[in-house]
């Protein structure tokens, strides 16, 4: 089955950019989306498809995708951003849903 | 506006059968390309996928689940059903429904969840 592998955590001052990774094979092919969970809430979806952002949700979360490695970017990273990011993709092959291993932002 | 809310017990005992409820509003389980998924997350754990039901009552299981679960759909009352047997200890977690939009004609299928349920906690212990 597929495996979406992401890095177990990521500190970031106040102001400065955080990168959140999401590694998988060839995932580059694939549709990523990310989620926010902060500690006692349902998960939130702060990108889709890549790159789009749900409305509501602040330009300063951005996202790419290549090759083995997806990337979830959040700039001018704020004291509310600290919070669980999980990735998550289709797999075609399989017609199943697969979720990331999860990282936690922490924000200095 | 979508809503989702999971309910059931809180507490399993092992080698029992869980049934979770997901009652929704704001959109119907017979529209052509909607689905709603159960996903849960164990304590400091990861998120992970359980199940989907689709409008046309196709499904979709987790492989390392499967033969464990069952999810069926009662549109007259806005509800989706997720069984699972032979609770263990392990499976104690957080359960969460989550809608999956249909597609924008010309456009590919939406492959992601928004918006989710609050979550229930299921606990397995003797």
């Known amino acids: 089955s597929y495996v979406l592998t992401q890095p177990p955590s990521v500190s970031v001052a106040p102001g400065k950019t955080a990168r959140i990774t999401c590694g998988g094979n060839?995932?580059?092919?694939?549709?990523v989306h990310w989620y926010q969970q902060k500690p006692g809430q349902a998960p939130v979806l702060v990108v889709y498809?890549?790159?789009d952002r749900p409305s509501g949700i602040p330009e300063r979360f951005s996202g790419s995708n290549s090759g083995n490695t997806a990337t979830l970017t959040i700039s001018r990273v704020e004291a509310g951003d600290e919070a669980d990011y999980s990735c998550?993709?289709?797999?075609?092959?399989?017609?199943?849903?697969?979720f990331g291993t999860g990282t936690k932002v922490t924000v200095l | 506006q979508i809503t989702l809310k999971e309910s059931g017990p809180t507490l399993v005992k092992p080698t029992q059968t869980l049934t979770l409820t997901c009652t929704f509003s704001?959109?119907?389980?017979?529209?052509?390309?909607?689905?709603v998924a159960w996903i849960r997350q164990p304590p400091g754990k990861a998120l992970e996928w359980l199940a989907l039901?689709?409008?046309?009552?196709?499904?979709r299981y987790s492989p390392s689940l499967r033969s464990r679960l069952t999810v069926t759909k009662d549109t007259s009352k806005n509800q989706v059903v997720l069984r699972m047997t032979n609770m263990d200890p392990v499976d104690t977690a957080t359960y969460f429904c989550?809608?999956?939009?249909?597609?924008?004609?010309?456009?590919?299928?939406?492959?992601?969840?928004?918006?989710w349920g609050q979550g229930t906690l299921v606990t397995v212990s003797s």
């Open positions: 989550a809608y999956r939009a249909p597609g924008i004609v010309g456009h590919p299928p939406r492959k992601w969840f928004d918006p």
């Open positions: 704001g959109f119907s389980l017979t529209t052509s390309g909607v689905g």
């Open positions: 039901i689709y409008w046309d009552d196709d499904k």
């Open positions: 060839n995932i580059g092919s694939k549709s």
């Open positions: 498809d890549d790159t």
């Open positions: 998550q993709v289709w797999d075609s092959d399989s017609d199943h849903y697969v």
